[in-house]
């Protein structure tokens, strides 16, 4: 693809630091470095080498803590948090959350006014929940890239962010949401506003609450497949583009069906509970223990702590396996509904379930059912009987799939990456 912009641009991508928001940057990197754009991404230093294979340039910042032991201590110190409902959760994982994000905003600063200074970016794009002192003053245009669930972009008319609650529940639980959140939230939006106007950045506005950032003045993208966005809720979100999918096409990797499957009867279905679910290790071993008793395949994403358990004839995993070769080949995803998975799932159109465990999960997790697209389960509370007879009503849903191929074909020829890259490409 030629390069269509005046001059060859340097783009800075700084995604938070986990798997989904890392793929996302790079399904908006690989058109850009396509027209012959310069693509840098600044990195946790945990993450070396795995940018470089898409031929982008990784500058590294921070300790060398590798993020698959980020994600085992993570579960060993909220795994009771998360069996709670997402109102319980607001507490204490919620406010340990915000917590840990206001904290690396602090320690990434110096850091990216370094980097900023050193790379000298025509344009930024970062995908964080909290505003970065260090981008909104540096002079340079700069895209809001949120890969989460939009919900909490315009709250008029729809659930609290964060609640899983369906869109004809009860206000009042609705309310009740909102002040929890807002007594837990409060203190640390005060102290992170106040650090931010004296790092020189702007003071912070509640337009974007619950989210602890401003708008762009130059660019804001939000990830959200039109038929699960809130469009039929509330107005589209003023200085928001909505991106269907931000799917990485990059030919770094193979993958074919294991032999220990290919020849066994039953669909193919693919499992993944995220980078933080799969840290689980009770949850992942109860989960396979379950879907031992299904006639059907397994392929999954065995996270962390793959090592210290099997898995039996009918399942194959590792513990890290390449979600979009998968994804074409399976008949339904089961998930923990991180935002990025599902819109990798709408792109090759398969059926899902749910498993949420905190945050935006549990609204993916409600609008997918509630738009008749899979089933939301409990993650620690279903039945064994009842995840089983999940997987057989969705695999046996002929209109559901006719449905899902549709929508696939309509994201895949929509090229929504081309129109964000032109959209970008404006800014310098």
């Given at each position: 693809?030629?390069?269509?912009?005046?001059k060859?641009?340097?783009?800075?991508?700084?995604?938070?630091d986990t798997?989904?928001?890392?793929?996302?940057?790079?399904?908006i990197?690989?058109?850009?470095?396509?027209?012959?754009?310069?693509?840098?991404?600044?990195?946790?230093?945990?993450?070396?080498?795995?940018?470089?294979?898409?031929?982008?340039?990784?500058?590294?910042?921070?300790e060398?803590?590798?993020?698959?032991?980020?994600?085992?201590?993570?579960?060993?110190?909220?795994?009771?948090?998360?069996?709670?409902?997402?109102?319980?959760?607001?507490?204490?994982?919620e406010?340990?959350?915000?917590r840990?994000?206001?904290?690396?905003?602090?320690?990434?600063?110096?850091f990216?006014?370094?980097?900023?200074?050193?790379?000298?970016?025509?344009?930024?794009?970062?995908?964080?929940?909290?505003?970065?002192?260090?981008?909104?003053?540096?002079?340079?245009?700069?895209?809001w890239?949120?890969?989460?669930?939009?919900l909490?972009?315009?709250?008029?008319n729809?659930?609290?962010?964060?609640?899983?609650?369906?869109?004809?529940?009860?206000?009042?639980?609705?309310?009740?949401?909102?002040?929890?959140?807002?007594?837990?939230?409060?203190?640390?939006w005060?102290?992170?506003?106040?650090?931010l106007?004296?790092?020189?950045?702007?003071?912070?506005?509640?337009?974007?609450?619950?989210?602890?950032?401003?708008?762009?003045?130059?660019?804001?993208?939000?990830?959200?497949?039109?038929e699960?966005?809130?469009?039929?809720?509330?107005?589209?979100?003023?200085?928001?583009?909505?991106?269907?999918?931000?799917?990485?096409?990059?030919?770094?990797?193979?993958?074919?069906?294991?032999?220990?499957?290919?020849?066994?009867p039953?669909?193919?279905?693919y499992?993944s509970?995220?980078?933080?679910?799969?840290?689980?290790?009770?949850?992942?071993?109860?989960?396979?223990?379950?879907?031992?008793?299904?006639?059907?395949?397994?392929?999954?994403?065995?996270?962390?702590?793959?090592?210290?358990?099997?898995?039996?004839?009918?399942?194959?995993?590792?513990?890290?396996v390449?979600?979009?070769k998968?994804?074409?080949?399976?008949?339904?995803?089961?998930t923990?509904?991180?935002?990025?998975?599902?819109?990798?799932?709408?792109?090759?159109?398969?059926?899902?379930?749910?498993?949420?465990?905190?945050?935006?999960?549990?609204?993916?997790?409600?609008?997918?059912?509630?738009?008749?697209?899979?089933?939301?389960l409990?993650?620690?509370?279903?039945?064994?009987?009842?995840?089983?007879?999940?997987?057989?009503?969705?695999?046996?849903?002929k209109?559901?799939?006719?449905?899902l191929?549709?929508?696939?074909?309509?994201?895949?020829?929509?090229?929504?990456?081309?129109?964000?890259?032109?959209?970008?490409?404006?800014?310098?």
């Amino acid at each position: 693809m030629a390069l269509s912009s005046k001059k060859q641009l340097t783009i800075l991508f700084l995604p938070l630091d986990t798997l989904g928001h890392i793929h996302a940057s790079i399904g908006i990197a690989e058109p850009l470095k396509q027209r012959g754009h310069r693509i840098v991404f600044g990195i946790a230093t945990g993450w070396k080498g795995k940018i470089s294979p898409y031929g982008f340039e990784e500058i590294l910042y921070g300790e060398d803590t590798q993020p698959a032991e980020l994600y085992v201590n993570f579960i060993k110190a909220c795994s009771a948090e998360l069996r709670k409902s997402s109102y319980d959760q607001l507490a204490v994982f919620e406010h340990c959350v915000q917590r840990n994000l206001i904290n690396s905003v602090k320690y990434n600063d110096p850091f990216f006014r370094d980097l900023i200074k050193q790379i000298k970016p025509d344009i930024i794009i970062v995908d964080h929940y909290f505003c970065q002192p260090a981008i909104v003053t540096a002079g340079v245009p700069w895209v809001w890239l949120m890969s989460s669930n939009p919900l909490g972009l315009n709250e008029e008319n729809c659930p609290p962010r964060g609640s899983g609650y369906s869109a004809d529940s009860d206000r009042q639980q609705w309310d009740e949401f909102r002040q929890e959140f807002k007594r837990i939230s409060d203190p640390n939006w005060e102290e992170l506003n106040q650090w931010l106007i004296e790092r020189g950045a702007p003071p912070l506005t509640k337009q974007m609450w619950p989210l602890f950032q401003n708008a762009s003045s130059y660019l804001n993208l939000y990830l959200c497949p039109e038929e699960i966005d809130y469009t039929d809720l509330r107005p589209y979100p003023p200085k928001w583009v909505r991106c269907d999918a931000l799917v990485q096409t990059s030919d770094i990797c193979d993958f074919q069906i294991p032999e220990k499957l290919a020849n066994k009867p039953g669909k193919l279905v693919y499992m993944s509970m995220g980078s933080f679910g799969s840290a689980d290790l009770s949850l992942m071993t109860r989960l396979v223990n379950i879907l031992a008793k299904s006639p059907n395949r397994f392929i999954i994403s065995k996270g962390p702590l793959g090592d210290e358990y099997s898995l039996p004839d009918n399942i194959w995993g590792e513990k890290l396996v390449p979600q979009v070769k998968i994804l074409p080949l399976v008949d339904l995803v089961i998930t923990h509904g991180g935002n990025n998975t599902i819109t990798e799932i709408f792109y090759f159109g398969k059926p899902l379930i749910i498993l949420p465990l905190f945050g935006d999960q549990f609204d993916n997790a409600q609008r997918i059912e509630e738009k008749g697209f899979g089933i939301r389960l409990g993650t620690y509370s279903c039945f064994e009987e009842e995840l089983l007879d999940a997987i057989e009503k969705l695999l046996v849903d002929k209109q559901l799939e006719e449905k899902l191929k549709i929508i696939s074909q309509k994201i895949k020829e929509s090229d929504n990456r081309a129109k964000v890259v032109e959209l970008i490409e404006t800014l310098a």
